[in-house]
């Protein structure tokens, strides 16, 4: 009894793995480039981009801000403090950034955009769309994948850019570490393609992970207050786990 | 809620933002604007060994940088290893004897190429071979003469 249970757990999961990849092609093939849809994908990303800069701005801040901390105290045991700059901009570029940045916006977007498509759902506003033969995927759930495909990579590079001047603010206000010295190691490690670019891409994938399980959750919502809020939930949950296995899987495929 | 048009706004301040971050990132924070960006001529070295030397460490002349490694790869005729570098155009002037050894930065600092220069008139000019090297010193090699060296001494 069981193992059938068991066997029916990953029949399930493995028919909503599918079932969310064929959601995904059906959004983007579906993709129409009217004036109605770059109006709406610039006005999705700014409730889900421009709305969410502050809360990466001040993680950004804070999180360069502790990383300079504890990296300059640890480094200066061993007489090295002046590499600081290298730990920085790599561990920032190519980890913290993209990462931090894609589970941020899983909290701070992802489950807004999963509310409304669900609630949208619970109040059979998708159903009314249907019925006047106005394609709901298409009106929908494209521009605001579209949104955080573009949101996620600006935000990236806006939380790289605050947590590098955390990152000066205290090694170079507070610490005192030459800023010729600063600068110059940060230019001669960080490689522009290997590294930034990787972190880059890196970024772009979650976006797309990121936005897209927000739209998937939503969409697939039950229609009613629970089903809502599970729907949130899980987008938070499935967004954290699937942006950290990703991480994973393309930092060895970048090496 | 706001107007449509202060909406769109907002949004393609948002876009020109993260191109402004993505500018002063790559321009300010990665080696984009380094010696591999301007003119540079490309010499060659035969090392017996060359240790840690990875690409793109730097190669320097009385300590300035004025150069990078661009590649390392075994030759297959001499089975020694084969370091490629770029110079800045700018030190188009190199002696054609100058020399090239693997050095270490500090103790447990990364290794690098430093050249000497030598008195020959004619300069090092694209394609070059720099003939004298010093190969990288192994520090098992050192430690293991030094045994060799006291245990003779007790001999």
């Given at each position: 009894m069981n193992g059938q249970a068991q066997q029916q757990w990953l029949v399930q999961a493995v028919r909503r793995l599918g079932n969310a990849s064929v959601f995904l092609v059906q959004a983007?093939?579906?993709?129409?480039?009217?004036?109605?849809?770059?109006?709406?994908?610039?006005?999705?990303?700014?409730?889900?981009?421009?709305?969410?800069?502050?809360?990466?701005?001040?993680?950004?801040?804070?999180?360069?801000?502790?990383?300079?901390?504890?990296?300059?105290?640890?480094?200066?045991?061993?007489?090295?403090?002046?590499?600081?700059?290298?730990?920085?901009?790599?561990?920032?570029?190519?980890?913290?950034?993209?990462?931090?940045?894609?589970?941020?916006?899983?909290?701070?977007?992802?489950?807004?955009?999963?509310?409304?498509?669900?609630?949208?759902?619970?109040?059979?506003?998708?159903?009314?769309?249907?019925?006047?033969?106005?394609?709901?995927?298409?009106?929908?759930?494209?521009?605001?994948?579209?949104?955080?495909?573009?949101?996620?990579?600006?935000?990236?590079?806006?939380?790289?850019?605050?947590?590098?001047?955390?990152?000066?603010?205290?090694?170079?206000?507070?610490?005192?570490?030459?800023?010729?010295?600063?600068?110059?190691?940060?230019?001669?490690?960080?490689?522009?393609?290997?590294?930034?670019?990787?972190?880059?891409?890196?970024?772009?994938?979650?976006?797309?992970?990121?936005?897209?399980?927000?739209?998937?959750?939503?969409?697939?919502?039950?229609?009613?207050?629970?089903?809502?809020?599970?729907?949130?939930?899980?987008?938070?949950?499935?967004?954290?786990?699937?942006v950290l296995l990703l991480d994973f899987v393309l930092s060895a495929l970048m090496m | 809620m706001k107007s449509s048009n202060q909406v769109e706004i907002a949004a393609g301040i948002f876009l020109m933002l993260g191109i402004a971050a993505l500018i002063f990132l790559a321009v300010e924070a990665t080696d984009s604007n380094g010696v591999k960006g301007g003119q540079t001529y490309q010499v060659n070295a035969l090392f017996s060994n060359i240790g840690g030397l990875k690409r793109r460490a730097p190669v320097s002349m009385a300590g300035v940088t004025i150069g990078r490694v661009e590649s390392i790869e075994l030759d297959s005729e001499t089975l020694e290893a084969r370091v490629v570098m770029n110079i800045d155009a700018r030190y188009d002037d190199l002696p054609s004897d100058t020399s090239a050894s693997v050095l270490t930065s500090g103790i447990l600092g990364d290794q690098y190429v430093g050249l000497e220069p030598g008195g020959a008139p004619e300069p090092l000019t694209d394609g070059d071979r720099i003939l004298l090297t010093n190969s990288a010193v192994v520090l098992e090699q050192l430690i293991g003469k030094y045994i060799f060296n006291t245990e003779e001494e007790a001999e």
């Open positions: 983007l093939a579906g993709m129409k480039c009217t004036f109605f849809h770059v109006g709406e994908t610039l006005r999705q990303v700014y409730y889900i981009g421009v709305r969410s800069l502050i809360i990466i701005m001040m993680s950004g801040f804070f999180v360069g801000l502790v990383m300079t901390l504890q990296t300059y105290d640890t480094l200066s045991r061993f007489g090295a403090g002046d590499s600081v700059s290298t730990v920085l901009g790599l561990v920032l570029f190519k980890e913290l950034g993209p990462v931090l940045t894609a589970i941020l916006f899983a909290g701070r977007a992802g489950t807004a955009v999963a509310a409304e498509i669900g609630l949208m759902r619970a109040t059979e506003q998708i159903d009314a769309l249907d019925l006047m033969g106005i394609d709901a995927l298409e009106r929908i759930v494209q521009p605001r994948l579209l949104a955080g495909i573009i949101a996620v990579p600006v935000l990236t590079l806006v939380f790289n850019f605050m947590a590098l001047l955390g990152g000066v603010t205290f090694a170079i206000g507070m610490m005192g570490v030459d800023p010729i010295t600063f600068w110059g190691n940060l230019q001669n490690s960080v490689g522009l393609w290997e590294d930034f670019g990787a972190g880059m891409l890196k970024a772009v994938a979650f976006g797309v992970v990121a936005s897209w399980l927000a739209v998937y959750f939503g969409w697939t919502a039950h229609p009613t207050s629970e089903g809502v809020a599970k729907a949130t939930t899980h987008t938070v949950i499935a967004t954290s786990i699937s | -």
